[in-house]
């Protein structure tokens, strides 16, 4: 069965800093994983989705790395900014026939002015 | 941009109260989802619907439980009799491709069961 656990569950950086959200699975045979963005009681925002045969996505100031075979992704985001607070969720579909997203716990990330 | 739109917002029930949900998917996706998250709690699959049917379903999708495209445009979920336990954010997803595609989230309808 499929598990996704992102790491840290909270993170708090001042403005400009770079930073690293962590997520991994333990299912390598995956066909893609997404990204998403959740504000506070709002729906779910898709950031960056990635094929299972690629190795990393770029939007703006976010990049997203994939690892298959070792069952990692993490997000980057650079030069952070107080409207990037919000959580933070990786979510994966494993291969088999299966078209559910399986979703980490997210992190929850506030960038402080 | 197209978007996923969700109504009502908000839905306050009665324990054993029939709700219906509604989603509008965006216009030319085939793939249909409906995806809840208890409070405090991951997001967690319900169901997936395609060609006027249901593709797969989680365990939590129980006979208290049913999917309807009842035109060209809405989805909608019913749940027949509300337990306290159904109280979550109730979010719509549609994918114009299976597995590989990119899924696309509505704002979601949260339900409370009193």
């Known amino acids: 069965k499929q598990e996704v656990t992102q790491i840290p569950a909270a993170l708090s950086v001042p403005e400009g800093e770079n930073l690293v959200l962590n997520c991994s699975f333990t299912?390598?045979?995956?066909?893609?994983l997404q990204w998403f963005r959740q504000d506070p009681g709002k729906g779910l925002t898709s950031l960056l989705l990635i094929q299972s045969s690629q190795r990393e996505q770029t939007s703006g100031r976010l990049n997203a790395s994939l690892d298959k075979s070792s069952g990692r992704s993490t997000l980057y985001i650079a030069a952070s900014q107080p409207g990037d607070s919000a959580t933070y969720l990786c979510a994966v579909i494993t291969q088999g026939g299966s078209e559910k997203l399986v979703f980490g716990k997210g992190t929850k990330l506030t960038v402080n002015p | 941009e197209p978007e996923v739109t969700q109504t009502p917002s908000h839905q306050v029930t009665q324990m054993g109260q029939e709700v219906i949900l509604r989603c509008v998917p965006i216009?030319?996706?085939?793939?249909f989802y409906w995806y809840r998250q208890i409070l405090g709690q991951k997001v967690e699959f319900l169901v997936s619907?395609?060609?006027?049917?249901?593709?797969?379903k989680s365990e939590i999708f129980d006979d208290q439980f049913s999917v309807e495209r009842p035109d060209g445009s809405n989805f909608t979920l019913k749940i027949r009799s509300t337990k306290l336990e159904d109280s979550a954010m109730y979010f719509c997803?549609?994918?114009?491709?299976?597995?590989?595609?990119?899924?696309?989230f509505g704002p979601g309808t949260r339900l409370t069961v009193l």
């Open positions: 216009s030319n996706h085939l793939y």
């Open positions: 619907f395609y060609n006027n049917e249901i593709s797969e």
């Open positions: 299912d390598s045979a995956i066909y893609n």
């Open positions: 997803a549609s994918s114009p491709g299976r597995a590989q595609g990119e899924q696309f």
